[in-house]
């Protein structure tokens, strides 16, 4: 399998031709504030995308990377993967964009895909074009379903930049504008079950999951007859989720009338080495959510799955038809995307080669200074890079400089924090090269 992998991707990465960046990546960093706002496009690393194929990259100055960030998680069947691209291409030609609230076949087709990956019960399908959209969208649903209006988010995870999603995201990521407010209302914000920076000082599994528990005190105190939703990313994206938190909360859910919404856009169509993270407790929520990998990134689109009691419910008047929600070419590339991550056992790659990647970071947790944790769920890696081990003190600059060290040796994450989520077509053998160049990068910067 890794073989067939392999031949999806630039052959020759990582190579560099001349020290990043380069001298055209230099000029075009020069020209790029003349229309667009480079600090709300912020460049930490001055990269300059010019052609991607599987899991590499290729910089306009020729440079060639592995890439251990699948465009921000989208890319889950690599970069321009050839039966997607060309099943895009196909529909691109027959039937572009038909009204919104009118249904042609392939969206039917592929929300009957997605619904039959999802968890059982879980079998009726809205469709968006964005993460934020669907967030926004499984919240409205939320709240319309239980007559309830405040939504439980936890510290930590990230549901998107619009103004309801911007407040349900951690405060520190999501509402770090704050002239951009007010922002709305009927958010209440729980500690993540982070168990490296556990807010309870405690140890799992001796904590007993008080950071579940905590929750259902959150809702007592602060809306005691009034939460529609707790919504969360199951893997969280910072520590992980340790086990048994997924089934607690969702009993605190219904002892709270309740729904559970499971934001998978990250972690879910295969990354954690399973179709979505909730099937590794047998957790259903009442929502779910998906996008991003969905469609491999090629087309935007995203999905809200619920159960039909919830679906059934809904008005005739909520129209939430969008004139970009599952357009055809998107719908295209779900099919193509599900057929391919199928055909090529993605999911299982994903399981496999993320396995062994946090086996082998593990043990550089014991050599190395400045990496005090890792946290892993198939090819969705978080690391926790510090200044002092006893403190676990984070830091900034040392990341900053590691990330580009990463860069300039040729491995491509995002700068300063260290959260991989690689293409699912990532090899073994690419991955074993990343972690090389990571430890070189690791000890350098280590010994400054």
């Known amino acids: 399998m890794n073989q067939s992998l392999a031949a999806l991707s630039f052959p ?9 960046p380069g001298p055209k990546a230099v000029e075009f960093t020069k020209r790029i504030g003349d229309c667009i706002p480079p600090q709300v496009y912020s460049m930490l690393l001055p990269m300059i995308w010019d052609s991607a194929k599987g899991a590499t990259v290729r910089d306009i100055d020729g440079n060639t990377y592995i890439d251990f960030t699948a465009g921000f998680h989208a890319a889950s069947t690599g970069f321009c993967y050839p039966k997607v691209s060309e099943a895009v291409r196909r529909e691109v030609e027959r039937l572009s964009c038909p009204p919104a609230t009118w249904q042609f076949e392939l969206r039917y087709e592929a929300a009957k895909k997605v619904a039959e990956l999802c968890p059982p019960g879980l079998d009726k399908v809205l469709y968006a074009a964005s993460g934020t959209e669907a967030v926004e969208m499984a919240v409205k649903v939320a709240r319309f379903f239980t007559k309830k209006q405040d939504i439980v988010s936890l510290h930590g995870h990230y549901h998107g930049k619009g103004f309801l999603a911007t407040l349900l995201t951690d405060p520190k990521w999501g509402t770090q504008n704050k002239d951009y407010g007010p922002y709305p209302s009927g958010v209440l914000h729980a500690p993540s079950p982070h168990c490296y920076r556990c807010p309870f000082k405690k140890e799992y599994p001796e904590c007993d999951l008080v950071c579940a528990d905590y929750v259902s005190e959150v809702i007592k105190a602060e809306s005691p007859h009034n939460v529609a939703a707790v919504i969360l990313e199951p893997w969280a994206r910072e520590g992980g989720t340790p086990k048994g938190y997924l089934p607690r909360v969702k009993k605190i ?16 169509c295969g990354r ?5 993270y909730c099937n590794y407790e047998g957790v259903v929520p009442d929502i779910l959510i998906t996008g991003k990998g969905i469609g491999s990134g090629i087309v935007p689109v995203s999905f809200v799955v619920t159960t039909k009691e919830i679906a059934d419910g809904l008005p005739y008047s909520i129209n939430e038809g969008q004139t970009f929600g599952a357009v055809p070419a998107a719908c295209a590339a779900v099919i193509a995307t599900i057929d391919v991550i199928k055909e090529l056992k993605l999911v299982e790659n994903a399981a496999s080669v993320g396995g062994y990647m946090k086996k082998r970071l593990q043990g550089m947790v014991n050599e190395h200074k400045l990496l005090g944790d890792v946290s892993a769920a198939g090819l969705e890696i978080t690391l ?22 990463l860069w300039e040796k040729g491995l491509l994450t995002y700068g300063p924090w260290f959260f991989w989520t690689p293409p699912l077509v990532l090899t073994r053998q690419q991955a074993e090269k990343g972690l090389d160049i990571f430890e070189e990068a690791l000890s350098e910067v280590e010994r400054h």
């Open 253 to 268: 859910c219904e002892e709270n009338g309740a729904l559970l919404i499971a934001d998978e856009i990250t972690c879910g």
């Open 272 to 276: 954690s080495g399973k179709w979505w």
């Open 384 to 405: 926790d890079i510090v200044k002092d081990k006893e403190t676990k003190e984070p830091v900034f600059a040392e990341g900053f400089e590691l990330g580009t060290k």
């Open 12 to 20: 020759e990465a990582p190579k560099i031709v001349v020290k990043p």
